[in-house]
C-alpha cells in the first residue's frame, strides 16, 4: 500500500517538472539546404499617407502620338502659318500707278490678297485696259509693275508690228491667267508661280479690230506675215518683262505667252 502512495507522488513530480518551460539555451537551428535564399531587393518602404494639403505624386503619362513627334521630330495637327506676302514700297507703288495713268489705262486698286503659303499681293490692282480703246478680258488682278510692263510692251512694239497685218487696231488682249495662287506650269511639286505673286501674265491671242482673232500657237517656221507678228511679238517682251516663254519654249506654253516681271540677280532675263 505504501509503494502505491509512494509511485503516485513520483508521478505526479514528474508531471509537474515536464509542465514547466525551459530556461536553459536553445540550441541554434541551421537551414535547410533546400529552402529558398532571400531576396536581394531592398524592402519597398511604406507610402506616406496623402493628407488634405498634398496629393500623391503621379507621373504624367504622354501620349503615344506625342512621344512619336519627339521622337520623330514630325508634327500633326494645324498646318503651319502662311508665308507673308512681301510689302510693297508705297512710293514705288504710287509712282507706277501714276505712270500707269498716264498711259491712258483703265484699272482699280483692290484689297491687298493674301491666300497664304506665300501666295497674295500687297498692293494689287484690277486692270482692265492697258490703254485706250484696247480691253483685257477678263479683267485681271497683278501687281502695277506687271500692268505697266504690259501697257508698254503693247504701245511700242506690239501694236506697230500688227500694223504691217491690216487687220485693223488690236482691240482685246485675250488672257488666260493673271493672278492665281498655284505652282509653276500647275505641278503639284516645285517651286511656286510667278502668277502666285502677280507678277505675271499669260496672252492667248489678240483680237482685231476687223473681227480676226489670232492665237498664240508654234510658229517658228510659219513663213506668213501672221507668223512674222507673233516672233517679233514674243522678241521684243523681253525687252519689258524679266521672263518670256513662248510656244517654242515647252508643251506647257504652247497655247499662249508667259510673261513676268520677276526680279533676279544682275538684272539677268529670261527669254525663250
Same mark, same amino acid.
Given at each position: 500500500m505504501l509503494f502505491k502512495i509512494v509511485s503516485l507522488a513520483s508521478t505526479a513530480i514528474l508531471l509537474m517538472a515536464a509542465s514547466l518551460p525551459q530556461t536553459g539555451p536553445i540550441p541554434e537551428q541551421k537551414p535547410d539546404k533546400e529552402q529558398a535564399q532571400p531576396s536581394v531587393e531592398p524592402p519597398i518602404? +511604406?507610402?506616406k499617407p496623402a493628407t488634405s494639403s498634398e496629393k500623391p505624386a503621379v507621373p504624367a503619362e504622354k501620349p503615344a502620338r506625342q512621344a512619336e513627334e519627339q521622337t520623330t521630330g514630325q508634327t500633326q495637327g494645324p498646318p503651319r502659318p502662311p508665308l507673308s506676302v512681301a510689302s510693297e514700297s508705297d512710293e514705288e507703288h504710287q509712282a507706277c500707278l501714276k505712270e500707269l495713268a498716264a498711259m491712258g489705262a483703265t484699272f482699280k486698286e483692290a484689297a491687298r490678297i493674301d491666300d497664304g503659303n506665300g501666295c497674295g499681293i500687297d498692293k494689287p490692282i484690277a486692270l482692265a485696259s492697258p490703254l485706250p480703246g484696247m480691253e483685257l478680258k477678263p479683267e485681271g488682278k497683278m501687281r502695277c509693275e506687271a500692268a505697266l510692263a504690259l501697257a508698254q510692251w503693247m504701245k511700242e512694239s506690239v501694236i506697230p508690228s500688227a500694223a504691217a497685218l491690216d487687220n485693223g487696231k488690236i482691240v482685246t488682249i485675250n488672257q488666260a491667267s493673271t493672278y492665281v495662287c498655284r505652282l509653276r506650269?500647275?505641278? !503639284?511639286? @516645285? $517651286?511656286i508661280s510667278e502668277h +502666285?505673286? @502677280?507678277?505675271?501674265?499669260?496672252?492667248? #491671242? /489678240? =483680237? /482685231?479690230?476687223? @473681227? $480676226? &482673232?489670232?492665237?498664240?500657237?508654234?510658229?517658228?517656221?510659219?513663213?506668213?506675215? =501672221?507668223?512674222? /507678228?507673233? &516672233?517679233?511679238? #514674243? +522678241? #521684243?517682251?523681253?525687252?519689258? /518683262? !524679266?521672263t518670256v516663254l513662248d510656244p517654242e519654249s515647252d508643251a506647257a506654253h504652247e497655247t499662249h505667252f508667259h510673261l513676268d516681271v520677276i526680279e533676279r540677280n544682275g538684272g539677268f532675263r529670261y527669254c525663250h
Open positions: 518602404p +511604406a507610402e506650269n500647275n505641278a !503639284t511639286i @516645285g $517651286k +502666285a505673286r @502677280g507678277n505675271a501674265i499669260d496672252i492667248a #491671242s /489678240f =483680237t /482685231f479690230e476687223n @473681227g $480676226k &482673232r489670232i492665237g498664240i500657237e508654234p510658229r517658228r517656221e510659219d513663213p506668213t506675215l =501672221t507668223g512674222a /507678228f507673233q &516672233r517679233a511679238a #514674243s +522678241a #521684243s517682251a523681253c525687252l519689258y /518683262f !524679266t
